[in-house]
């Protein structure tokens, strides 16, 4: 897939000071499963606490975790999981007329960033690179779909982009 933001690296290509060649997905790097479904389930339940975005989640959602979970892992290079079982239209429709401001926008992406200490996932500056990256994309996705009035105006990304080490 082509890169929608324009942010992307290509997979392997993480090169830099005491940074070697990487052949590992984000997905592994991140510890797969079990570390993003510990991120994703700390973060739930952050947003649902807070106040700029308790208005967009007004209730706990049982397998909105797993969903969560799942997208993530399949855009970091982990199993389709997202696809096969919900489908990309899924995540279109869940977002449509939410209206998502800027503040909430930001507020999501501060939040998730904060929460990877919390989960204990990896520090290294190319990981968090490409996880801000997958951030700030995936997060104007949404807010322009949650905008969106007609089909025309959706954003026209309609698969779970796959995501990389930063260049």
Not at 64 to 90: I, K
Not at 148 to 160: Q, Y
């Amino acid at each position: 897939m082509s890169d929608p933001g324009g942010k992307r690296g290509r997979a392997g290509a993480g090169t830099g000071p005491g940074h070697a060649e990487r052949s590992e997905t984000l997905y592994q790097h991140a510890g797969g499963d079990e570390a993003l479904h510990r991120l994703e389930g700390l973060f739930y339940d952050k947003v649902l606490a807070d106040p700029v975005l308790k208005a967009q989640f007004r209730e706990r959602v049982p397998a909105h975790v797993d969903h969560l979970t799942w997208f993530t892992a399949e855009s970091f290079g982990g199993p389709g999981r997202f696809t096969l079982g919900l489908g990309f239209q899924y995540i279109i429709d869940v977002h449509r007329h939410l209206k998502i401001t800027d503040e909430q926008r930001d507020r999501f992406v501060a939040l998730y960033l904060e929460t990877l200490d919390e989960a204990g996932l990896p520090s290294d500056e190319p990981f968090r690179q490409a996880v801000r990256s997958h951030l700030e994309f995936g997060s104007r996705v949404a807010q322009q779909n949650s905008r969106a009035e007609t089909d025309a105006e959706l954003h026209p990304i309609r698969n779970v982009p796959r995501w990389n080490w930063p260049d």
